[in-house]
Nanobody
């Protein structure tokens, strides 16, 4: 059974750090392009960071560049989030793209991602 399960979310104060994890089962993550997204109510799901399956290209959205870092191994992907801000409050999702596409040096194409986790809430507030 194909499954992605996020963990590590929670309530933190501005300036704090969190590390999100995404454990996968039913497939080998090494063969997939992977990414992290977030969504707040009433807004579109935003692509934050990704790693291309083929050449390892990474992409970070302007809103998180320099603060967030994506990494992966065969069974998990991670999102290290530093210097968190109130505007980072959202539900965070991990995703994987079977096609291998979806992550480019200039952006993320979320329609390529066909496997999604259920999301984990991150709240940043003083």
């Amino acid at each position: 059974q194909v499954q992605l399960v996020e963990s590590g979310g929670g309530l933190v104060q501005p300036g704090d750090s969190l590390r999100l994890s995404c454990a996968v089962s039913g497939f080998d993550l090494a063969y997939y392009t992977v990414g992290w997204f977030r969504q707040v109510p009433g807004k579109e799901r935003e692509g934050l960071a990704c790693i291309n399956r083929g050449d390892g290209t990474t992409y970070y959205a302007t809103s998180v560049k320099g603060r967030f870092a994506i990494s992966r191994d065969h069974a998990k992907m991670y999102l290290q989030m530093n210097n968190l801000k109130p505007e980072d409050t959202a539900v965070y999702y991990c995703a994987a793209a079977d096609s291998g596409y979806g992550c480019y040096y200039h952006g993320i194409n979320k329609v390529e991602f066909d496997k999604w986790g259920q999301g984990t809430q991150v709240s940043v507030s003083s």
